[in-house]
DNA sequence: CTAAAACTTGAACAAAGGTTGAAGTCAAGT
DNA sequence: ACTTGACTTCAACCTTTGTTCAAGTTTTAG
């Protein structure tokens, strides 16, 4: 078997490989973000798709998307994904940004535009009467 | 004078002509955002102007930029700023924006670009020995 | 002048996304 | 088997960007 299918990894060595810390992947586990498995003892392991899973977050988090919102985006990725199923949270996470880069040259354009919205300076009534 | 350019808004004033919170304006004037001036009993009073700031602030929310990051943004700005001083805010906004979407497009190449960073499946090694 | 409406500050609270620390449990080396 | 380091959970705390509330002051309309 693929070691690195395996659910092997503990929280630090995902923290470390992921470079985040500990606490971060205790918290993407507690909100379903990663697909952890237990050890008899209670103790959690990952494997590389949870790194994955780490960096897809990351990413999202940029993009602008809250815990809630990137737990859709990962809630139909199953156990073990194939290529077409992580490209297909590739493509969401780019419409995603795509929508957000939409959505702020739009407020850029109301900004600076040619209305010029934020002059206000002088012209509105006659200088000094 | 021109009324526009007279600083005679109250806090609710600017707030519902902004259609932000009366406690956001305040938490802007707190933290130098926008321009305000006393009266002889201490209240806040502003002018368009200030309604022009909060323009910008919120986009500049949306870009990403923290409120210190704002800060640095408009402490060049005069108060009755110019057009051409409001086109230098407007284009550092612009240019703030294009390097988030940058740096959007560059991660999103990281994560779903040629090398597929995120695809671990049965690739590694011979499927089943 | 007075009463009501709106203003002032400060402190407490909220939600998001974690971080830190305490007390106890598990795992790995010898 | 025992020790030590890493793990567990839970609760408290942190930062950011505000909101809400209380007590007291200013402004404004009549």
Known sequence: MNQLLTKS???SDLASASRVNASAVRFYDKHGLIAGERTS????RFSEEDACRIKVIRVA???GLSV???SEL???LPSKP???EWAVVGAKLRAAAQERIDQLNHALDDLTGPVQLCDVSNSVDS???
Do not use: K, W
């Open 61 to 63: 988090q940029r993009v």
């Open 9 to 11: 990894m503990t929280v």
């Open 82 to 84: 194939s290529s077409a």
């Open 74 to 76: 990962l809630i139909d």
């Open 41 to 44: 003892g209670n103790q959690r």
């Open 68 to 70: 809630s919102e990137i």
């Open 127 to 129: 200088p000094e009467a």
